[in-house]
């Protein structure tokens, strides 16, 4: 059993603007059970890598900024993948809600037990990554199946509370137009997404998958040009009411 009173962290980024609403505390936790072939932080996979900090510590840093979130920001725990550490995310959660600050969580929804549930309800938005609606495709691209995410969305829809999915746009992988749209129609009566944020595939991590001596297979794969994002937007504003590129 991991701690419950201290993470294991990447790193931690102030004044964040992309991972939740408002200005946010970032907090990148390490261990991750997936295997994306466009990790940009493949050096959050090992979750007994990075350092480790106190849940105080994290809430008493959080409370110093607190007049920086305004009414939107708050705290975002991201990864690698955060349900690892699930309980000591519930105390922090508890904690920050204490405090009068929000708590985002950004999963890849690999895990739904009831630690994770009782986490889930201590979350105020849920940024769920879905790789990819083809479980194939989701395996070919995470080393995973898509089983679990597609849960994680049905449970998050049950309880009614905010969720906002996230897309990586992998040419030749994630932009198949028939995918896109099995997408949108799988997730389109779902009333908790409030948005779905279009990430464009990147190659920033390569350096760090070179450094750990691994081999990064998508090293062919440029980033999405102008015309797959507008593509891939288009057919997302037929299913969700707000589409964003981030
Ligand atoms: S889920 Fe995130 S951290 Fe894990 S391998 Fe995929 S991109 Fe990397």
Same mark, same amino acid.
Request: aromatic share 10%.
């Given at each position: 059993?991991?701690a419950?009173?201290?993470?294991? @962290?990447?790193?931690i ?10 200005i ?5 936790? %390490?261990?991750?059970?997936?295997r994306c072939?466009?990790? /940009?932080?493949?050096?959050t #996979? ?11 510590? @994290?809430?008493?840093?959080?409370? /110093? ?19 690892? %550490? ?6 922090? =959660?508890?904690?920050l ?19 994770? $549930? ?18 194939? #495709? ?25 969720? #906002? ?21 799988? =997730?389109?009566?779902y009333?908790s997404?409030?948005?779905?944020? @279009? ?9 760090? #998958? ?13 980033p999405?040009n102008?015309?797959? @994002? ?10 969700? $009411? ?5």
């Open positions: 059993m991991y419950t009173d201290s993470l294991r @962290i990447h790193s980024e102030s004044f964040g603007t992309h991972d939740g609403p408002g946010r505390l970032v907090v990148f936790t %390490q261990g991750c059970h997936f072939l466009y990790c /940009a932080n493949p050096d #996979w090992d979750l007994h890598q990075g350092s480790e900090i106190s849940i105080d510590e @994290i809430v008493r840093m959080a409370v /110093a900024q607190k007049s920086f979130f305004g009414k939107k920001g708050g705290v975002t725990i991201s990864g690698g993948e955060p349900t690892l %550490q699930r309980l000591a995310l519930l105390s922090l =959660f508890k904690k809600h204490a405090e009068g600050i929000n708590a985002a969580l950004d999963s890849n929804g690999k895990i739904l037990n009831d630690e994770v $549930k009782a986490l889930l309800k201590e979350t105020d938005y849920l940024l769920l990554d879905v790789k990819h609606i083809n479980d194939e #495709w989701h395996h070919l691209l995470t080393s995973v199946s898509n089983q679990s995410v597609l849960e994680v969305a049905a449970y998050r829809e049950q309880t009614g509370k905010a969720m #906002w999915l996230r897309y990586v746009l992998v040419p030749g992988y994630s932009d198949q137009e028939e995918y896109l749209h099995q997408l949108g129609e799988h =997730f389109k009566h009333k997404i409030e948005k779905i944020e @279009i990430q464009p595939y990147h190659q920033l991590g390569v350096h760090k #998958w070179e450094a750990l001596g691994k081999t990064y297979e998508l090293a062919h794969v440029q999405p102008q015309e797959c @994002i507008d593509k891939t937007k288009n057919i997302f504003k037929m299913y969700f $009411k707000e589409v964003v590129v981030n």
